[in-house]
């Protein structure tokens, strides 16, 4: 019964992981190296936020039964007899949490866990993420890159090891593997709370007010207009730098005939292009005289075209999710003033039985356009409750008497009663919100225009790894966080306290007073000075008048951006609506011209439909070659006529992996196109 509670957590922390990865990358795809890599740095997070708030409840009854074991019996003297007597004083009795496991199962899990996501983060995930956009043709050839390319990475690293080293030497301190070891886990820390606070500083504002900026009907519409017209000029560049790159590839193509030795190469770079734009660059016309590359000139072309095709997918895929928004939004804007109160949509989309007979048109309607703004508001409400909380937390944690931290107070009062399930969920919901702020700040990152996690499967190898290094960064520094914020540190709170078996494998900085003393207890306190300028939009504003297109409302730039957007919309509904009429009447002549062949076939017999003699002869492979054929799909003539962007509103997701699948190109170490 002890362990029913941790091995469920430990359950639900893996199929949470495997999930999200399902959703966000395509496992069928996607390397079996990268595929268990991602998974492993996400499960270990995931295992790091449900287990830690188990070893706090269990530190708490450790702590208990030290204080009632250190109880020393007292003596006393009688009055009357002058004989010295012993009475024992009231020991209180502790109560044993529900969840206790035995005393080795947290060190050795946090050992596992820690230091395996270290290793991931700091040293397989980066030379991953360098191999998979190495333009090299062989497995030596992206080794000898990636190493390359993290050289300055890691030397720098290496660099600030020295100097500490040096400076800790001098300081006449004596080194063993065990201060290595926490020197090591603090300046990963360190590293890993600098950022945190930066992020939190942005989302613990961030979030309420997008929750209740999200209830607003008519401001999310108009800031989504404003999104896809800033995302029409990103797909137009990346459009145009693939173009680019295909006229290259064109040239290249020409002059490398199949006895060229660098032939190949070539073909490998050509097979990782989709259908579409593999296509294209045979349309293309080849120049007269195209001169023979060099085997660097291809490696680089093939490095650039790997960064096209990333920034190409990402913009497509958000350009994709973000009309189909755009198109809700101005449903919900239109059912507003639905009478019969049953929510109709402009486009039609298949939705499974279960989903239909659960959600009907009339409880969406009540959902979309009475409720979800309620909801939001009070969601925003309660998040907002939760910021100004840590705010004041991490602004006053470091204050032992009185105790000022909101969520140490908290744990306290539970302490005294032995509630440990509410020291279990308080735990997880600080966790959690916490969790959910840093890594919703770095999904919005935008930096080279190469990571982006997209659902419907459409998320990149880069992506992913990126997003499992960020993970695996950050999810230590923010539950060290925590553990301050409560007051289970006592290098922090410079108080004796039993801490927690998570907090004795990470280790301490005692070693460079510098970061223990300052940086780990005063930086926190920056997070106030950050929400301020949030609030205030001063980045949003600053990066306005730089040049880089905000969403200010008080400004003409996007003023005239919401109206581009709106116009885009527009013509990607007209376009939308003229390729489902095109299906539509296809689909009613192919009916009717079926049912006629079927009706004229049964009045006439088989009299007519003898096979003529060339017909019953068999055909060779050669002679079928050269036979007319024209045969033309349905989504072909679509993606023609109206363009690419219209297939994702007609074409079922089994259609479109197999697609992608019949288009994959031959699996390779990491690939990720």
Wanted: hydrophobic share 40%; charged share 20%; proline share 4%.
């Amino acid at each position: 019964m002890a362990y029913t509670l941790f091995v469920i957590e430990i359950i639900s922390a893996f199929i949470l992981a495997a999930t999200l990865l399902y959703r966000y990358g395509d496992v069928y795809r996607n390397h079996i190296i990268v595929t268990v890599a991602v998974v492993t740095a996400w499960y270990f997070s995931f295992v790091i936020m449900f287990i830690l708030p188990l070893d706090v409840s269990s530190t708490v009854y450790r702590q208990c039964m030290q204080n009632s074991n250190s109880t020393t019996v007292a003596p006393s003297v009688s009055p009357l007899h002058n004989e010295s007597t012993t009475t024992a004083p009231a020991v209180t009795k502790c109560q044993k949490p529900w969840s206790f496991v035995d005393d080795s199962v947290f060190p050795n899990l946090w050992r596992v866990v820690y230091w395996t996501s270290q290793c991931l983060t700091w040293l397989i995930m980066p030379m991953m993420q360098s191999y998979s956009k190495a333009g090299d043709f062989t497995v030596k050839g992206k080794l000898k890159s990636a190493l390359v390319d993290n050289a300055i990475y890691y030397g720098s690293y290496l660099f600030i090891c020295g100097i500490l080293l040096i400076y800790i030497a001098l300081k006449g301190v004596s080194l063993d593997w065990a201060k290595i070891k926490a020197i090591a886990s603090s300046a990963s820390n360190t590293w890993g709370l600098f950022l945190l606070i930066l992020l939190l500083g942005y989302a613990l504002v961030e979030v309420p007010r997008n929750l209740w900026n999200n209830s607003k009907k008519n401001y999310t519409l108009t800031y989504t207009y404003f999104k896809i017209a800033k995302l029409s000029t990103d797909k137009c560049e990346a459009e145009e730098n693939m173009d680019d790159i295909l006229d290259s590839l064109s040239a290249i193509t020409a002059a490398v005939g199949p006895p060229h030795p660098l032939h190949r190469h070539v073909e490998t770079i050509v097979q990782k292009l989709p259908v579409q734009l593999r296509d294209r660059l045979n349309s293309r016309q080849a120049p007269e005289r195209p001169a023979a590359p060099s085997l660097k000139s291809l490696v680089n072309l093939h490095k650039k075209m790997i960064k096209a095709l990333h920034v190409l997918q990402r913009t497509e895929t958000q350009w994709g999710i973000t009309l189909e928004r755009v198109f809700h939004l101005e449903d919900v804007s239109t059912n507003l003033r639905s009478p019969d109160r049953r929510f109709a949509h402009t486009f039609h989309t298949a939705r499974p039985r279960a989903l239909r007979l659960l959600y009907p048109p009339t409880t969406e309607w009540y959902w979309e356009c009475l409720l979800k703004q309620y909801f939001l508001k009070t969601m925003a409400v309660v998040t907002g409750i939760m910021s100004l909380a840590l705010v004041w937390s991490e602004m006053t944690f470091f204050s032992k008497q009185p105790v000022l931290s909101i969520f140490a107070n908290i744990l306290n009062a539970a302490k005294y009663t032995y509630n440990y399930a509410a020291i279990v969920w308080v735990s997880t919901l600080v966790i959690a919100y916490m969790f959910y702020c840093a890594y919703s700040t770095v999904l919005k990152i935008r930096l080279l225009n190469l990571w982006y996690l997209a659902p419907h499967h459409q998320t990149n190898e880069y992506s992913l790894i990126f997003s499992g290094m960020m993970v695996c960064r950050l999810t230590p520094a923010m539950c060290l966080n925590f553990l301050s914020l409560v007051h289970m540190d006592s290098h922090v709170i410079k108080e004796y306290v039993m801490e927690t078996y998570y907090t004795q494998i990470m280790g301490h900085m005692d070693v460079l007073g510098i970061i223990a003393e300052g940086f780990n207890i005063y930086f926190p306190m920056l997070v106030v000075l950050l929400c301020a300028a949030t609030y205030l939009s001063l980045g949003s504003r600053l990066l306005s008048l730089c040049g880089f297109h905000q969403f200010v409302g008080d400004d003409e730039l996007t003023t005239d951006l919401v109206d581009e957007g709106r116009e885009i919309v527009k013509r990607e509904k007209r376009k939308r609506q003229r390729a489902e009429e095109s299906l539509t009447r296809r689909r009613d002549y192919s009916e009717r011209y079926s049912n006629y062949r079927t009706k004229r076939d049964n009045q006439d017999g088989d009299y007519y439909v003898q096979p003529s003699p060339e017909r019953s002869q068999p055909v060779s492979a050669y002679q079928r070659a050269e036979l007319p054929y024209n045969r033309t799909t349905v989504d072909d003539e679509l993606d023609q006529r109206f363009g690419a962007s219209t297939l994702p509103a007609i074409q079922s997701e089994f259609d479109e992996r197999r697609r992608d699948k019949m288009s994959a190109p031959p699996r390779g170490l990491f690939d990720d196109v």
